[in-house]
């Protein structure tokens, strides 16, 4: 059974950091794309960022605004998202994706799906 379980959400006050991890076991994801989603309360889900199964990453420019870091240790089947300068609006449930071959995350195509920690940053 695959499953991507992600881990660290909680309560951050405005400014910290926190990093968020995700296991991805039932299979091998060495040559799967993985990203991070968010979705807000009463918004839809936005894409965060992606980290190809080559390596190379990719953050969606107006939710990350160069705060988001994502990467992946491919070996334990991990990725990862560390976020700096945490602000109210990052507040949301977070979930990583992992996307197949011809999948494309930064469009929400994915092959599998975690549930999500919530993240609350407070004032």
């Known amino acids: 059974q695959v499953q991507l379980v992600e881990s660290g959400g909680g309560l951050v006050q405005a400014g910290g950091s926190l990093r968020l991890s995700c296991a991805a076991s039932?299979?091998?994801?060495?040559?799967?794309?993985m990203g991070w989603f968010r979705q807000a309360a009463g918004k839809e889900r936005e894409f965060v960022a992606a980290?190809?199964?080559?390596?190379?990453?990719?953050a969606d420019a107006d939710s990350a605004q160069g705060r988001f870091t994502i990467s992946r240790d491919t070996a334990k089947n991990m990725v990862y998202l560390r976020v700096n300068n945490l602000k109210p609006e990052d507040t949301a449930v977070y979930s990583c994706?992992?996307?197949?071959?011809?999948?494309?995350?930064?469009?929400?195509?994915?092959?599998?799906w975690g549930q999500g920690p919530q993240v609350t940053v407070s004032s």
């Open positions: 039932g299979r091998s994801f060495s040559s799967y794309d």
């Open positions: 994706a992992a996307g197949g071959s011809g999948s494309r995350l930064s469009l929400h195509e994915a092959d599998y």
């Open positions: 980290v190809s199964w080559r390596g190379g990453s990719a």
